[in-house]
């Protein structure tokens, strides 16, 4: 089963593949060797030079990791598929730029609204259950604010792009 992921480091961007146990980087085979050595520290063998890497954090939610790869520290930030479907439909649900609406990704069914009107939230907190290709999106607040409309309810069939909640920052 082929993965694609993109993963920015420190700003500059890499494209990485796995397919059946092979790596590519960049859409070249990759030619290394990873060895763990436990404690989320690793070794690297890659084009003739020794690497360390140690993983000093990891943040699920943003996606993140910071690494010290030979005595430098480096933030990584990684996109798995369905971050980059996200992207080339043109919504980045991680965007804290984002207007000050929340509109839908894809069409789908909206099965759960987890917010009120004049509530409010934080960046990251989940507003609402969105049912699109047979699976279970979770829709989370792009910022801090208040919840200023409502224009969906649960059992609603939404279009692409529609705008189901509209916040005040």
């Not at 043109?90 to 609204?113: D, Q, R």
């Amino acid at each position: 089963m082929k993965n694609n992921f993109k993963v920015s480091l420190n700003g500059k961007d890499y494209s990485i593949a796995s397919d059946n146990g092979s790596l590519s980087l960049n859409n070249q085979l990759f030619d290394g060797h990873i060895v763990p050595i436990g404690n989320g520290a690793y070794h690297l063998l890659y084009q003739n030079k020794s690497i360390s890497i140690d993983v000093i954090t990891v943040n699920k939610e943003e996606k993140s990791i910071k690494l010290k790869i030979n005595n430098q520290i480096y933030l990584a930030v990684v996109k798995d598929k369905y971050d980059l479907l996200l992207d080339e439909m043109g919504f980045n649900n991680n965007s804290a730029t984002a207007a000050a609406t929340i509109k839908a990704p894809m069409p789908g069914l909206v099965l759960k609204v987890n917010v009120a009107v004049d509530q409010k939230i934080n960046k990251g907190d989940a507003l609402l259950v969105l049912e699109a290709m047979k699976m279970e999106n979770v829709i989370k607040a792009p910022t801090d604010g208040m919840i200023k409309k409502i224009n969906i309810t649960q059992g609603d069939k939404v279009e692409k792009n529609q705008v189901m909640i509209t916040l005040e920052k």
